[in-house]
């Protein structure tokens, strides 16, 4: 049952093969005999995961069920969830319980899906390795010593180890597509805007999108339809329609214009990681697509860009953790100012408050044009080089890191751990939608083929991602960590 | 030396919304501690917020009230400072690209001149919550209803100056402001705040003294002594051989000085920067075009209709389209009766007067326009003269009839003007005054216009006031002179 | 652009993150090489780039003004640190 992917489980529940309690309490066992080990969860909700397997069970006796009615699913721990810990992997929120849901968090509770739980995930969602987290590192199921990506490490370890089928995730600078590259599963950043922000703790609001982590890409197209959509809540929002994204995921790719950008395979990136995708970009031309080399050339940027924009608003929007209204607070503050200094010291992690502490200088006064405005700037040429190279293409592909997993610790230094996102993170800068599949291995580590689309072409994504799912079979591989406990 | 004082005047107005600025929560005034903090005002963890219409229709028509440039786009910008009355660690606020261009305000002086008054732009924010510092064992408690309140910041240019112009510009703001229904104007709820910038310089100087700040005046009579306090500090203080500081200041109505606020310590930097989770707003022609067309005519206007079409004097037309109330009330009055001056001036005098006496708002008079105006229609059509009129004016007062015509026809106070009625009443008074008609007639005739004051009154008193007091004189000369 | 310490203790004062010293020393170092990284932005010519805030050029939507929402105070509080009298307690603030 845990390899099986959310539409073959969609399909035995429909069945009648087993009831989504069944599963439920399958999935919960495994997480309970394995997850000491990966970490992948912050909060279990085993109870109320029960009950909303009940409630699918009855559902589906009324036939009242629809295509997401009794599957299990896991939330990146940013989401917030009525009466549930949202820690967002900071002891600042270790012993905050929401009080409301997010938007997504409804609609996957309407469409009858059932939570499992809370997932780990590096502190407000920065860092690329997950071992930013309050509740400590998650592992790599594909290899203990390694690191899950980040920050939605947590979704990624926990569907690629097959304690649940699918995830929501979040994606700042590539925080959804990274980890899943790294535990070999595959992971939707959708367009700015195209799922709502409300209830989904703010890191970068100009750049944070949530969603889908699964084992395919078909998957994520049935997660996806349940999240998108315009949010009232939410003025980036974007009020249009939303697809059934499975419409199209068997279109041909005969003629499909491929791109790869010359930077994304330049220095820097693994000679066996460029093997691989290449590899896959083979596997594209035999499906009948057309490949061109096309240039991005602001990507170097991309970084630099990031690290002002990101940071600023990060700095603003990580202020109302004061100790006032929620979150944690210091034993007998002396005054105000001390109130304030000593909860947030003792609230927030090393990273998280590197990125405050450079996000409030660049924004001080006397800096402001330097830096704010100019990676403003930057961001819009950055943005310009993709509507550019789509007046050619229909999609462009590389890497999705340019490495495989690291191994736990191995990267101390903040500024190389930035330059793991380099192929990730102008994606975000441009508000586009992006796509990581297994491609293949690099000593039993996955290998991600990013493919990357113009705004709002998810449907586009995932039919090009299914295509190659259906010619090959690394998204079908399973790492050996908890296959003997199936 | 002769000095002049330099003013500018950051005037907050507490919009009259229902709902709050970014959020659905309610700006009703006076609730529970806390119980109109909804998710989004308190800042929780992943809230967003979205943009109140009415707040932007109200700064709106702010802008056209005061014939200012509506900029086809806005934008809110952060401004990051801590402070536990600021839920999110900062004020959503418009640095850069403010809802409300350049525009002007006309001030009315002492001399009843106008003077046109710059205002440099008006934004939209919200407002903070309140700290609370009383019986919490050494704490501050922090109610945050007020939270997310919108609020139009509106920024003169430095214009004014005197305390005098600067009262007159923040009445000319507050008549603007509840003409348009866009706040209720209420200083004493908070609806209404002023922050004042104050520099002095010898007169024909043309570069600005230092400026102090001087923070949350709430009352008109407050700005006014305040800001008259801070230029005779200034003047005094440099007189002296000292210098202004650039410092902010806060005015304390009991001891009425300003005082120092702020230590060097705090240096802000508020670091402003775009909002990220709101977007540009963008405000089409046909929807500035549509709020043009439901503006009400605005103070001065209506003083110069008054003055041109009704004919009243610069100093009547000013008191009376001072304020929206007021201005409705008298038009009202004169509606019914057919008579601005007359009704201008029971308006201004017998209400304003009365209202005065009792503290009230001319919202809360007993007298309605409707009875006013009946009461002033029987003054000019001459069926009651001007002292029954104000026997009328006390009963509608004091709710003792439905109408003036009531009250007369109850009262008997309709005038007398029949002369065979009142040769009747004459004749009984001269018959029954016989030492004074005997004075009267031996006195030189310039006295006795002063003594026939006294006939005049017996007459009246036996009219119980009804009859008519010009009819009375002539009868009563003719008949003591002529006997 | 070089980073003093300075400048480090100006931003975590204006950020209200307590740093002690051995903190402040690791934050100069580290945002300095930050810095050094994001300096590459000064090589490129954005003379008559506009500033880009949001991905997509869509402009804000505008809420009735309604009152939609309804007391949620004891809930809220559960949360909270400190309240009294259902307000939220903070040290004395100095006027």
Redesign the interface.
């Known amino acids: 049952m845990h390899d099986k992917t959310l539409t073959e489980l969609a399909a035995a529940l429909a069945a009648g093969e087993f009831s989504s309690r069944e599963l439920t309490e399958f999935l919960l066992a495994r997480i309970d005999r394995l997850d000491g080990e990966l970490n992948s969860f912050i909060t279990v909700t085993a109870d109320a995961a029960l009950e909303a397997a009940d409630r699918a069970d009855q559902t589906r006796a009324t036939g009242q069920a629809g295509p997401l009615t009794g599957l299990p699913l896991a939330l990146k721990d940013i989401?917030?969830t009525r009466g549930v810990r949202?820690s967002?992997g900071s002891r600042m929120?270790d012993?905050?319980?929401?009080?409301?849901d997010?938007t997504v968090v409804e609609k996957l509770a309407a469409a009858g899906s059932v939570s499992l739980g809370k997932t780990n995930m590096d502190e407000f969602a920065m860092g690329s390795s997950n071992e930013n987290s309050f509740y400590g590192p998650v592992k790599n199921p594909w290899d203990l010593a390694a690191v899950p990506g980040g920050s939605s490490g947590g979704s990624a370890a926990a569907v690629a180890a097959g304690l649940v089928p699918a995830a929501l995730g979040t994606d700042t600078g590539g925080s959804i597509r990274q980890p899943a590259a790294f535990c070999g599963i595959t992971g939707l950043k959708p367009?700015?805007?195209r799922v709502s922000?409300?209830?989904?703790?703010?890191y970068?609001?100009?750049?944070d999108q949530g969603g889908p982590m699964a084992r395919t890409a078909e998957d994520c197209a049935l997660l996806l339809g349940a999240i998108a959509g315009h949010d009232?809540?939410?003025?980036?929002s974007?009020?249009r329609g939303v697809p059934d994204y499975r419409e199209e995921l068997e279109t041909s790719l005969s003629g499909l214009k491929i791109g790869l950008p010359r930077e994304y395979f330049g220095d820097g990136l693994a000679p066996e990681v460029e093997a691989a995708v290449r590899d896959a970009i083979k596997v594209y031309e035999s499906l009948g697509a057309e490949v061109r080399e096309v240039s991005l050339p602001?990507t170097?940027?991309a970084?630099?860009?990031y690290?002002?924009i990101a940071p600023?608003?990060a700095?603003?929007n990580l202020?109302?953790?004061?100790?006032?209204?929620?979150?944690h607070?210091c034993e007998n503050?002396?005054?105000?100012?001390?109130?304030?200094?000593?909860s947030?010291?003792e609230g927030?992690g090393e990273e998280v408050?590197?990125r405050?502490?450079?996000g409030?200088?660049?924004?001080?006064?006397g800096?402001?044009d330097?830096?704010?405005?100019?990676?403003?700037?930057?961001?819009?040429?950055i943005?310009q080089d993709f509507l550019d190279a789509f007046e050619d293409v229909d999609v462009l592909m590389g890497p999705a890191s340019p490495t495989p997993a690291f191994d736990l610790g191995a990267k101390k230094?903040?500024?190389s751990m930035?330059l793991q996102d380099i192929y990730t993170i102008a994606i975000?800068?441009?508000?586009?939608p992006g796509i990581s599949v297994p491609a293949g291995f690099v000593q039993e580590r996955p290998v991600g083929l990013q493919i990357l689309g113009p705004?709002f072409a998810e449907s586009r994504l995932l039919n090009v991602a299914h295509r190659f799912q259906q010619a090959t079979d690394w998204h079908r591989r399973q790492p050996a960590f908890g296959k003997e406990n199936a | 030396m002769q000095w002049e004082a330099v003013i500018g005047l950051e005037v907050h107005v507490q919009l009259a919304t229902q709902s709050k600025i970014f959020s659905g929560a309610s700006t009703a005034f006076g609730a529970e501690p806390n119980t109109q903090a909804c998710a989004v005002d308190l800042g929780l963890p992943g809230v967003l917020p979205v943009l109140n219409e009415g707040a932007v229709a109200m700064a709106v028509k702010f802008g056209l009230g005061i014939n200012a440039e509506i900029p086809e786009t806005s934008v809110f910008d952060r401004k990051n400072y801590f402070y536990p009355d600021l839920p999110k660690g900062y004020q959503t606020s418009q640095m850069y690209q403010p809802i409300v261009g350049p525009g002007e305000v006309e001030i009315t002086l002492d001399d009843g001149t106008t003077k046109r008054i710059r205002v440099h732009h008006a934004h939209l924010e919200e407002d903070a919550g309140k700290s609370l510092h009383e019986d919490f064992h050494g704490m501050t408690g922090i109610d945050l209803n007020r939270a997310g309140t919108p609020l139009l910041e509106i920024v003169s240019e430095p214009d004014l100056r005197s305390a005098r112009e600067a009262a007159a510009y923040l009445k000319a703001i507050h008549a603007i402001v509840t003409y348009l229904g866009i706040s209720d104007g209420n200083m004493a709820e908070g609806s209404m705040r002023c922050d004042v910038n104050v520099s002095v310089r010898p007169k024909g100087q043309e570069t600005l003294g230092t400026r102090a700040e001087i923070k949350n005046v709430n009352s008109f009579r407050f700005v006014e002594k305040a800001i008259a306090h801070e230029i005779e500090r200034q003047v005094e203080l440099i007189e002296d051989g000292g210098t202004v500081v650039q410092e902010t200041r806060l005015y304390d109505p009991e001891a009425d000085e300003t005082r120092s606020m702020r230590t060097k310590e705090e240096a802000n930097d508020y670091r402003y920067f775009p909002c990220p989770d709101l977007l540009p707003v963008v405000l089409d022609q046909a929807y500035v075009d549509h709020l043009r067309a439901t503006l009400p005519e605005l103070p001065a206007e209506k003083r110069a209709r008054f003055q041109d079409e009704l004919g009243l004097s610069a100093y009547d037309a000013s008191v009376l389209a001072s304020s929206r109330a007021m201005a409705e009330y008298f038009e009202a009055v004169k509606d019914v009766c057919g008579d601005a001056k007359l009704a201008a001036n029971w308006v201004q005098v017998e209400l304003a007067g009365r209202l005065n006496k009792e503290g009230l708002d001319i919202a809360d008079s007993p007298v309605t326009a409707e009875q006013l105006g009946g009461l002033v229609a029987r003054v000019k059509d001459e069926t009651i003269n001007g002292k029954a009129a104000k026997q009328v004016f006390a009963a509608l007062w004091d709710g003792e009839g439905e109408s003036a015509d009531a009250i007369i026809e109850a009262r008997g106070l309709k005038q007398v003007t029949d002369t065979g009625a009142i040769e009747a009443m004459i004749d009984q008074v001269i018959a029954d005054s016989p030492v004074q008609v005997a004075q009267y007639r031996e006195a030189a005739p310039e006295k006795r216009g002063k003594m026939i004051g006294y006939f005049v009154g017996q007459v009246m008193k036996a009219s119980r006031g009804t009859a008519n007091p010009q009819q009375v004189n002539a009868l009563l000369k003719d008949k003591l002179d002529n006997a | 652009m070089a980073l003093e310490p300075e400048d480090v203790r100006r931003a975590a004062h204006l950020a209200r993150l307590g740093l002690d010293d051995r903190e402040a020393a690791r934050y100069v170092d580290d945002l300095s090489r930050i810095l050094e990284m994001v300096d590459r932005l000064q090589a490129v010519d954005t003379q008559g780039v506009a500033p880009l805030a949001h991905p997509l050029d869509a402009t804000q939507r505008l809420r009735a003004d309604e009152v939609t929402e309804s007391d949620q105070r004891e809930r809220f509080q559960r949360c909270a640190p400190a309240v009294e009298n259902g307000l939220y307690l903070v040290p004395r603030v100095v006027e």
């Open positions: 989401f917030c949202t967002c929120l012993n905050f319980v929401s009080p409301y997010a367009t700015y805007g922000r409300y209830g989904m703790v703010a970068a609001s100009s750049l009232l809540r939410d003025s980036t974007v009020a602001h170097e940027l970084i630099p860009a690290y002002v600023a608003e700095s603003s202020s109302r953790y004061d100790g006032v209204r929620f979150g607070r503050p002396t005054d105000l100012v001390d109130l304030y200094k000593r947030r010291a927030f408050k590197r405050i502490l450079i409030t200088h660049t924004l001080s006064e800096f402001f330097a830096y704010y405005k100019k990676a403003q700037q930057v961001r819009r040429l943005r230094d903040p500024v930035y975000n800068l441009a508000g586009i705004h």
